[in-house]
C-alpha cells in the first residue's frame, strides 16, 4: 500500500505557527485545494478510490482517522497535527471517520474534478485489483 506521512514545513514563533506548503512538499502539482469542515462525529466521507488522482489529507484543526484499503490489506491512519499530511496514491480506497469536534481536512490534489476518475462501489474496487 502506497501511502506516506508528509512533513508539512513551520515557521515557529511564540505568537502561533506557520505551516508552510510549496511545490517541493508535495510530489505532485496540486491541481484543486478543497477542505471538509462541520462533519458530525457520526459520519463517514471519502468511501471511494481513485483511478489516477492523488491526494494529501492535512487535519487542518482536531483530528479524523483515515481507513485505507488495497484490497489485502486495512490501515488506520490518524491524522491530527496541522504539520503531517498524508500523501494517498491513486487505486486505493479510503474512508474518513471519528470526526472530532471542530475537525478540518485540507484536501490537496493532483487533477480537478473528474468523476470518470472515482470508483465509488468497493465491490468493482475489489475487481479492478485483479
Known amino acids: 500500500m502506497i501511502v506516506e506521512i508528509i512533513e508539512i514545513p ?3 514563533n511564540s505568537l502561533g505557527n ?3 506548503i510549496e511545490n517541493s512538499v508535495i510530489p505532485f502539482e496540486i491541481k484543486r485545494v478543497y ?9 463517514k466521507r471519502g468511501g471511494h478510490a481513485h483511478k489516477d488522482l492523488q491526494q494529501v489529507l492535512i487535519a487542518i ?14 490501515k488506520i491512519i490518524t491524522l491530527n497535527k ?3 499530511g498524508l500523501l494517498i496514491n491513486y ?8 470526526f472530532s469536534s471542530g ?6 490534489a493532483s487533477d480537478i474534478f473528474k468523476e470518470e476518475d472515482y470508483i ?3 465491490d468493482k474496487f475489489l475487481m479492478s485489483k485483479k
Open 120 to 122: 465509488r462501489d468497493y
Open 82 to 84: 496541522p504539520d503531517k
Open 61 to 74: 484543526s482536531g483530528s479524523f482517522d483515515v481507513v485505507l484499503k488495497d484490497g489485502n490489506t486495512v
Open 91 to 98: 487505486n486505493i480506497w479510503r474512508e474518513l471517520e471519528n
Open 103 to 108: 475537525a478540518v481536512c485540507l484536501v490537496l
Open 18 to 20: 506557520i505551516g508552510v
Open 10 to 12: 513551520k515557521i515557529e
Open 35 to 43: 477542505y471538509l469542515y462541520d462533519i458530525p462525529s457520526s459520519a
